[in-house]
Each structure stands twice: as C-alpha cells, then as structure tokens.
C-alpha cells in the first residue's frame, strides 16, 4: 500500500522535475526571440537602404530621397574619440587606485560612487552637462556630448581596470619593487601592462556602450544637419586659422549622432527618413554588437590559457 | 640628517607625486557624482520654491500644463512606477529560468555561446529598441495583448481603471512601454541572478541531492532560498534599470498628459518627460521643474541600487573560501 503510493509521489515528483526543467530552457528561448526578431528585421529592413551616399553624403533636404548620415557619422567618431580620451587614461588610474587600496575609506568611496554612477540614468548625466558644460560654453558642442559619454564610460572603465588589477599576481608587484623600482614605475610598467588585456577590454565595452547612448546627448549636441569637419576645416583655413583655432571651432559645433539621427529620423512622417532609420539602426547594431562580442570572444579566450 | 635623506629619496622616486595624482583623481570622480545631485538640487531650487511638496504628491493626472505654469511630477512619476512595476512582473520569471538553465541544466557547450546571446541582448542600443518597438513590435504584440486585456480585465470593475481601452492602434501605451521595458531588463536580471547560483557552494546541491531530492527540488527547495537575497538584489537592479531608461520609453509611451491612469493609454515616465520637453522648455519654470525631476529620478535610482549592491554582496561574501 504504502509502496504504491510512493511510487506515485515518486513518479509525480519526476513529472515535476522534468516539466520545469524544460521550462526554464523554453523560458531562455522566449527571451531570445526579440534578439532574433529585431536583429533579423534590422538587417533585412536596414540592409535595403544601405548605400554608398549613406556614408559619403550629407542629410538630403526633407521629403526629398537620397543623401546620407555623414554629418552623424562624423559627429558619432568626434564624440566618442573625445570620451575615451577624457574617461579612459583617468578611469583607468582611478580603477588602479581603488584594486591597490581596497579598504581604505576612499577606495571603498570610489567603488562606492562607481556603482552609483553606473546606476544613474543617462538622461540625467545629460541634464548634468547641460547644466555644467552647454550652460557655461553659451552653446551644445561636440565638446559637451564628449563629457557627457565621458560620464557614461567611466564606470565600465574603473571596474574592468579594478576587477584585472586584482588578478595580477601580488608576486610580480613584489618582484618590482624588490629590484628597486618605485610604486610608480611598478604601476606603469609591470601591473598596468599584466592588466592591459583586460583593461582595453573595458574600454572597449565603454566605447560600444557610448556609441549607442541617445539620451545623454539630447541636450548637449542637440544636432546639425551640415556638420562636416572636412569643409569646416577648409573653411577655417581659408581664413588663416591656427590649428588651434580650427580645434576650439570643430570642438564648439552643435552636432548629430548616430543614435540621435535615429531618433530623430524615427519621429518623422517622411518614408525616406524613417528607411535610413532604419539603416542608422543595422550600422548601430553591427558595431555595437562587433565591439561587445569581440570584447567578449577575446577575453574569453585568453582567460582560457 | 639621514631622515632628510629618507625624505629627498623618497621625492627622487616620485612616488608621492604619484599617489597624489591618484588621490586627486579618485577625489575628482567622487567630487563628480556628489556634483550631478547638488547640480539638480540647485538648478530645481525655482521649482521646489514653487510648489513645495505639492509637485510630488498625487494629483488628477493633467496636472502638467507648461502654457499655464502649472507643474506636477505625479503623471510622469506614476508612469514610471507602473510601467516598471509590470516590467519586473513579467521580467522575473523569465530571467530567473533563464539564470536557472544557464547555471544549473545546460550543457558546458551551449553556456558560453548562451552566455553571449543573453549579453548581446543587453548591448543593443536603447534607440534601436525604440525603432523596432514603434515600427514591428507595437502595432502587433501590444495591441494584440492590449485588446484582450481591454475585452477581459478591462470588464472587471475593480481594474477597470487601470485597463480600459481601447489602446490606440499605434499601440504607443504604458503596456507597450512596459514590454520593451521587460525585453530590456530581462538580461540584467538573468545575469546577475546567474552569478548568484554559481556563487552557491556545491555542498549545498550534494547535501540535497544524497537525501533523494530531485534536481528540480534542488533548484527550488535549496539554491533558491540560499540565494533569496541574491536574486532580490538582482530583481531590484533589474528595477533600476527599468526606472531609468529613456529612449526607447520616450518612443513607445506617446507622451501624452491625457488624465487617464490605464495602462492601455499613451502616458508620460520621468525620463520620457525630460527627454521630451527639455530641449524646448524656454521657460524657466519648466526648465526647473523638470531638472526637479530629474533630482527625483536620481534620488530614486541612487537608494534603488545601493539597496541592491547591498543584498547581492550578502550572498557572495556569505561563501566561505573563494
């Protein structure tokens, strides 16, 4: 009697144990299905508007076919250029700070605040630089988006840099500074070359990261359908400026992006505008999910040896 | 004498020229996240001036009128808690059978490639979701799914308020908004909630795998509660992220101040408010009022993920030995 029913607890409780199982994987699926989706329709639908004037032309003028996003593409290289050369040698140092003095009260600060910044919303950091850079530079400027990525790579780069400091083995440090080299040369030519991998792998991150951000350059580029640094720069040499002077000029101009492009392409009622949406969104994924699985694939790997 | 030595060695070196670099730097980057909350606390301060707590508290929801200088931040408050409260619904069971299968079922050799494709659906831009959302997803999913809620929960006089319809035919709504929102915070959740059962001591499956349980009744009876602040934290990351995304919500809600709490109307979130009307808020009352909000959206998302940072710590510090 009692035999039976175990039996049948027992058959109950393998039923279970396989149905939720299969669940879970069925669930794993049912999560994948947009990835495919919006993947497959971006590449199918982007893939049609696909054209050389794409990347060569600036915006033709509304309603009317053809043209290109080359003002977003040159605006997207500029902002994100300046980013990781405002975020990347800081973050770095400070993601160096915080592997060295875990427990002190600032390093404990500096994960801390890391952990905050990586939580606050983009769009906030936007209304921040708004605040501090657009308001006191009297114009949205390349410079201002710069700041505002800026902002949005640190986090990623002080992690990554912190998370492969700590992996250097203590044993190498030692024998540095055992022949004699200073903490600073220990850093810069022993531990932050053992960590480089890792290290560029964040940036990397950082970098798809930002390239794919919108909100915070709404108000900070704002936008500007006839950025071209090439004729900006011929124009500026025409009048004799110095090199200098060409810089501050580029560095000062509003400009467009290639996820504000989207954005603002998406809103409008001209078919022609929406399929180059549609194009921006392919050239966007590609390198987006280029850099991030690269990143990936290659630290994996090397993890792996 | 020979301490003075010590000294001009100890400059030669320049190691305290180093540390002091270091030092400043970290004391910038703390100076600078301090700086974003007491930037918006100043630039609120005509708004906070104004209305006082009136503009948190809630209100009929058209309370957002900037032509007649009337501000309240509860429409677009309300529109993000509830579209990120039906986000975290729908998103945490997914993502912790997600996390369940990656950690505990699948086989070594599609870990890694799954791995990638749960992360690939993280990295895809924000904007890019807003597009096929507005485009693909909208009009056939979420009108669909709005439909049927309408003709069903939509009848039932207790939610009636909260799912009458119709939802326009766009499918611009808080629900479309909310699932966008879910597509989006699942690989967060499923991550975070996978680091935690591969943080679970291997004791703890064998324990119960030799007194007979299934590998089921393990997941369920044993790694689930040893991990419960672990995969709160998770849920609660997820919930940040759902709190303050922007620009696909921008592009699904329909930013629209309609006095109407249904989630199958179009609405407004905190986010999707300040990306709407900022760069065109010339007065500046308006201006301050939204940089009020956006002091709000800070302060939330700030106690949001320090309370999450905490719960998820607890479990990985709580392993012995790794």
Redesign the interface.
């Known amino acids: 009697m009692g035999g039976v029913r175990f039996e049948h607890r027992y058959t109950y409780r393998k039923a279970v144990n396989i149905i939720m199982l299969s669940t879970t994987g069925l669930l794993t699926l049912l999560a994948l299905i947009p990835l495919f989706w919006v993947t497959g329709y971006v590449i199918v639908k982007g893939g049609r508007y696909l054209d050389l004037d794409f990347f060569t032309r600036l915006p033709a003028p509304l309603g009317q076919p053809g043209g290109g996003v080359l003002h977003a593409i040159e605006g997207s290289i500029l902002i994100v250029a300046l980013a990781t050369l405002f975020s990347a040698p800081a973050g770095v140092l400070i993601g160096y700070y915080a592997a060295r003095h875990p427990n002190t009260p600032l390093g404990m600060g500096v994960r801390f605040a890391t952990d905050v910044l990586s939580g606050v919303p983009s769009i906030v950091v936007g209304l921040f630089v708004y605040g501090v850079v657009v308001v006191r530079l009297h114009t949205f400027s390349v410079l201002a988006g710069g700041v505002a990525l800026a902002i949005i790579m640190l986090p990623t780069v002080i992690r990554s840099t912190e998370e492969m400091v700590k992996l250097v083995p203590p044993s190498l440090r030692e024998a540095a500074l055992a022949l004699g080299a200073p903490e600073w040369r220990t850093a810069i030519s022993v531990v932050l070359p053992a960590a480089l991998e890792g290290i560029v792998t964040g940036v990397i991150l950082g970098v798809a990261r930002a390239a794919g951000e919108t909100a915070p350059l709404l108000f900070t580029t704002l936008g500007n359908d006839n950025f071209e640094v090439i004729r900006l720069a011929k124009l500026a040499i025409g009048v004799g400026a110095s090199p200098w002077e060409i810089a501050r000029l580029i560095l000062t101009q509003p400009v467009d992006a290639l996820p504000l492009t989207l954005w603002k392409y998406s809103q409008q009622p001209y078919p022609e505008r929406v399929n180059q949406a549609w194009a921006i969104a392919l050239v966007l994924m590609m390198l987006v999910l280029g850099l991030n699985l690269m990143a990936r694939v290659w630290l994996a790997y090397r993890r792996r040896r | 004498m020979g301490q003075q030595s010590n000294l001009k060695r100890f400059w030669r ?3 305290a ?3 002091a ?3 400043a ?6 100076v ?2 301090l ?2 909350g007491w ?2 606390w100043q ?1 609120s301060e005509l708004s906070r001036r104004a209305f006082g707590w009136r503009f948190l508290i809630p209100t009929a929801i058209s309370h957002w009128n900037p032509a007649k200088g009337l501000f309240q931040a509860w429409p677009s408050i309300y529109g993000t808690l509830v579209t990120s409260l039906v986000a975290i619904v729908l998103a945490v ?3 912790i ?2 996390a ?3 950690a505990e ?2 086989p070594p050799w599609l870990r ?1 490639p ?1 791995n ?6 993280a ?10 959302g ?4 909208l009009p056939t999913v979420a009108v669909s799914a709005g439909n049927f809620l309408a003709a069903t929960l939509g009848k039932v006089p207790g939610l009636m308020a909260l799912f009458h319809g119709p939802i326009p035919t766009s499918g611009l709504s808080r629900l479309g908004a909310s699932f966008i929102l879910t ?1 989006m915070i ?1 690989p967060t959740i ?1 991550a975070v909630s996978r680091d935690v059962f591969l943080a679970i001591p291997r004791e703890q499956r064998e324990a119960a795998l030799a007194l007979g349980a ?4 393990v ?2 009876d044993v790694l689930i509660p040893y991990g419960a602040s672990g995969f709160l934290g998770a849920i609660i990351l997820g919930l ?1 992220r759902a ?5 696909a919500v921008t ?1 699904v809600i329909g930013n629209s101040v309609e006095g109407s709490y249904s989630l199958l109307r179009p609405g407004y979130t905190m ?1 999707s408010i ?2 709407n009307e ?2 065109e808020a010339v007065k500046a009352l308006h201006s301050s009022a ?2 009020e909000i ?1 002091l709000i ?2 302060g939330i ?2 106690l ?3 309370m999450a ?1 905490i719960l998820v710590w607890r479990v990985s510090s709580r392993v012995p030995g790794r």
């Open positions: 070196h320049g190691d020229l180093w540390e670099l270091l030092v730097l970290a004391l910038a980057f703390l600078l996240v700086h974003i930037m918006l630039d069971p997914i993502s059978g997600i369940i299968f990656l079922i699948c890694l799954l990638y494709l749960v992360e690939m659906l990295a895809v831009p924000s904007v890019v979701y807003g597009l096929w507005i485009f693909v997803f597509i699942i499923a299934t590998h089921w009744e997941i369920w940040g709190l303050g995304e922007t620009m592009m986010a300040i990306a900022f760069a939204l940089m956006g959206l800070f998302t700030l949001v993920n320090v940072r």
